[in-house]
């Protein structure tokens, strides 16, 4: 039985699936484990809501060791444990492929976040640098297992704290999951505005600006950063508040004109 929250609550559920989102022998147990988590924080943290409680339904191969079990629990339960989120309930149930299905829940201090709630004029930021999940998942193919671009394919870090203070100023969110192009698409088509993107002031790694460029990093899906369009009168004060709360201060990607613009 759940006690009852101070505040509305969201709910989101995804799942990661072996030879689609991971393969055995590129990811740790334990990243795998993090990531299944990680992914559904990640859409948490969008929303601007602290996460409470999570259910998991893990289908395993039946050869599936016991001990790869064991390290798929410790790393989800490493990053339950940093974001202070309680593992409910689940089920087990045998499958070809190992797919990690979770359901979590946060709790929201006001409004949500959404898509749909851009407006003409507001500037748009992301939390964090592009491109590096599809860089590292190109490493991976080619046989690295290490690297910050390999890590950030393995373990992306939802931007919980950030997506809390977004929440108190930004108008429209998402993370991007897709890639920014794709993802930026979806804002606005909720939001019924156009984007003006500028290149130039994407922020990339070193690594990505020269294997992928602006133009690949746009198209680099599973950063888990958080596409962030925020009112021009409010760009300073939530910058202030993102470093004060010790996340990564959103840096400026692009700003945005309405859909006759």
Not at 76 to 103: C, D, P, Q, Y
Not at 119 to 125: H, N, S
Not at 192 to 215: I, M, T, W
Request: contains cysteine.
């Amino acid at each position: 039985m759940l006690a009852p929250q101070r505040g509305a609550q969201c709910v989101t559920t995804d799942a990661v699936v072996e030879d689609v989102h991971f393969t055995r022998a590129a990811f740790s147990p334990a990243d795998i484990g993090h990531k299944a988590l990680a992914v559904n924080l990640s859409d948490l943290a969008s929303m601007g809501a602290t996460p409470r409680w999570f259910v998991c339904a893990l289908a395993l191969p039946r050869d599936y060791p016991a001990r790869e079990l064991a390290g798929l629990a410790r790393g989800m339960a490493a990053l339950a444990t940093a974001h202070k989120i309680a593992l409910v309930g689940g089920n087990f149930t045998s499958a070809r492929e190992l797919s990690v299905t979770i359901t979590a829940a946060g709790e929201l201090s006001r409004a949500p976040l959404t898509r749909a709630g851009a407006r003409p004029g507001d500037l748009l930021y992301v939390s964090g640098t592009l491109g590096d999940a599809r860089l590292g998942l190109a490493q991976l193919r080619e046989g690295l297992r290490r690297g910050a671009a390999v890590r950030r394919q393995r373990r992306p870090e939802p931007r919980v704290a950030l997506g809390r203070v977004a929440a108190r100023y930004a108008s429209a969110a998402l993370d991007v999951s897709d890639g920014l192009a794709q993802d930026l698409g979806h804002l606005c088509t909720a939001s019924g505005v156009r984007a003006e993107l500028e290149l130039a002031r994407l922020p990339l790694s070193a690594a990505v600006r020269k294997a992928l460029g602006p133009e690949g990093a746009l198209a680099g899906g599973e950063d888990y950063e958080l596409l962030l369009a925020v009112p021009r009168h409010a760009a300073g004060h939530s910058s202030a508040r993102a470093l004060r709360a010790g996340t990564p201060s959103p840096a400026l990607a692009t700003s945005q004109r309405g859909a006759g613009g």
